[in-house]
């Protein structure tokens, strides 16, 4: 069973960048995919990204500009950078296994604010 | 991009019932389509992958079905538990997900 958990600050200032990490526990962070998605407040899912396990990444067109997505072997953890944050990406934020989100982390609230 | 259109917002049913619900694609995503439940201040958990495939621990009364661009998840004998929203999902053009289905206790 693949347990994930997001880290990360839960309050970030407009035109900082986000760094958040997902640690991975019952799986090696090397031979699997990995995702990120993120839901604002009562609203719908949003896919934002995910690395497979040869290194290549997706991201949302929208995003892509601003997305980086990375994977620390040593520490079997997989990271998500999201720069020049506006108020518009305030949400949870989800990792999850697989290239489509088998199993996902908690989640983590992310404001932006100043 | 493709957009998946999920039918009825709002499905308003009793515990025993069977419920359907529909996800419709802008174009066609072949077999590539997944369905989520998601509980209030939950993660969303994988129920079928791949049109019709259940997920690790995922109960019988939940199945899929469909092809290209037309799905339905069929949940048979609704227990309790199962009042939440649901999402489809698609992966064959990067992903997208649908505006979900709140399913409720009539």
Known sequence: QVVLQELGPGLVKPSETLSLTCTVSGASISSNHWSWMRQPAGKGLEWIGRIFNNGNTNYRPSLKSRVTISVDTSKNQFSLKLRSMTAADTAVYYCASGARGDQWGPGTLVTVSS | EIVLTQSPATLSLSPGDTATLYCRASQSVSIFLAWYQQKPGQAPRLLIYDTSNRATGIPARFSGSGSEADFTL?????????????????????????????????
């Open chain 2, 74 to 106: 069929t949940i048979s004998g609704l227990e309790p538990e199962d009042f939440a929203v649901y999402y489809c999902q698609q992966r064959a053009d990067w992903v997208t997900f649908g505006q979900g289905t709140r399913l409720e206790i009539k």
